[in-house]
């Protein structure tokens, strides 16, 4: 038996994508970018970055039109396997906070708070948001679509509608 995997939203790589990972051991020319690469600047050098090292690692996978991936059919013995790799290549991928200046953290915090007020403009009531230290200190791992989807506050239907009117804009450091 496989599965049909449901494609991965773009709504969750700023999540997923400040994961710690533990316990990769997988070698790969991903592992030959510098220790002291700071990270995609870019969407689209991301989607590159985490689309090769899939490929490395014998994962090819579509990206879908919403900006998400979908592998296809994972036979159920492999879905562990996929689950390692996507972690790990999100790994590298990932945008790296732990480089990003006052001001840019200031500017994704910002970001972050507008698309809370456009939801709650739409209705729907979040938990207390963080302060900007708070929001450094955690990562920026908070996001208002994570906690009313993770709570079951707001359905995938729900977020796809709310998405359009309140999007959750993307941060990427560096020169834009």
């Given amino acids: 038996m496989s599965r049909r995997w449901k494609p991965v939203f773009r709504w969750a790589a700023p999540f ?5 990972v533990t316990g990769c051991g997988t070698s790969s020319a991903t592992d030959s970018l510098p220790e002291d690469y700071p990270g995609p600047t870019s969407r689209e050098e991301s989607d590159q970055i985490f689309m090769d090292c899939l490929a490395e690692r014998g994962w090819e996978v579509e990206q879908m039109p919403d900006g998400g991936f979908t592998p296809g059919e994972i036979p159920d013995e492999q879905v562990e396997e996929w689950n390692g790799a996507t972690t790990e290549c999100w790994e590298h ?10 001001n840019e953290w200031e500017e994704w915090y910002g970001n972050t708070i507008e698309t809370s007020r456009c939801l709650e403009a739409e209705g729907y009531s979040l938990p207390e948001q963080p302060t900007l230290q708070e929001f450094i200190d955690g990562g920026g791992e908070w996001s208002p679509y994570v906690e009313l989807l993770g709570s079951g506050v707001m359905s995938d239907g729900e977020f796809t509608v709310v998405q359009d009117i309140c999007p959750e804009q993307e941060f990427w450091p560096g020169p834009r």
Avoid: K
Avoid at 16 to 20: D, E, I, K, M, Q
Avoid at 93 to 102: D, H, K, L, W, Y
């Fill in 16 to 20: 997923l994508l400040l994961t710690v």
């Fill in 93 to 102: 991928a990932n945008v790296r906070p732990e480089n990003f200046s006052q």
